[in-house]
């Protein structure tokens, strides 16, 4: 992931200097993966995995997660566990036969689930059609971890039409 963004970066500083907008237009909507990735914000390229914001609580890390990476579900790493929250929760309930926790961490619903179980889940999940994202624990900010997008999975179709 660092070094797909010092190349993108790179070949973006080399367009600035051509101020040729159309061109690094071209290149996201060629590459629409890229927007999975990265944003655009005072001119620079930020990745969208690991926010510079140090939240004040859980549910905000988890608010901001959404925001950013709509129509995926996330799974949080929360020590030995992964958790998942809201509308995320619901799903994997149904996909899992897990308890629903009400209210958990400030958030209206959730489910968790020990770590050793992540591949299988994401594997089924994947495969009935879902987006997921595994978000890790990264270094302690005052309270809270900061939190990062370490893996994105999601069907995708190659040329032939088949999915990947």
């Known amino acids: 992931m660092i070094h797909l963004r010092q190349v993108l970066a ?12 159309r061109l690094i237009r ?36 988890v608010w901001f997660f959404w925001r ?26 149904g996909q899992a036969n897990l308890k629903l926790r009400k209210y958990r961490r400030g958030l209206r619903y959730g489910i968790g689930f020990p770590l050793r179980m992540t591949k299988g889940m994401r594997k089924n999940l994947l495969l009935k059609g879902y987006k997921t994202a595994l ?5 302690t900010g005052d309270r809270v971890k900061r939190r990062y997008v370490s893996e994105l999975t999601m069907m995708v179709k190659a040329k032939g039409g088949e999915c990947k």
């Open 10 to 21: 790179s070949y973006l500083g080399h367009f600035k200097h051509a101020d040729s907008h």
């Open 26 to 61: 071209g290149v996201f909507i060629k590459n629409p993966w890229l927007r999975q990735l990265f944003y655009f914000r005072k001119g620079k390229l930020k990745l969208k995995s690991a926010p510079e914001t140090v939240f004040p609580c859980m549910r905000e890390q």
């Open 68 to 93: 950013h990476y709509p129509g995926f579900i996330l799974l949080f790493k929360v020590g030995r566990y992964i958790e998942l929250y809201g509308g995320d929760a619901k799903i994997l309930r």
């Open 135 to 139: 978000v890790m624990e990264g270094k």
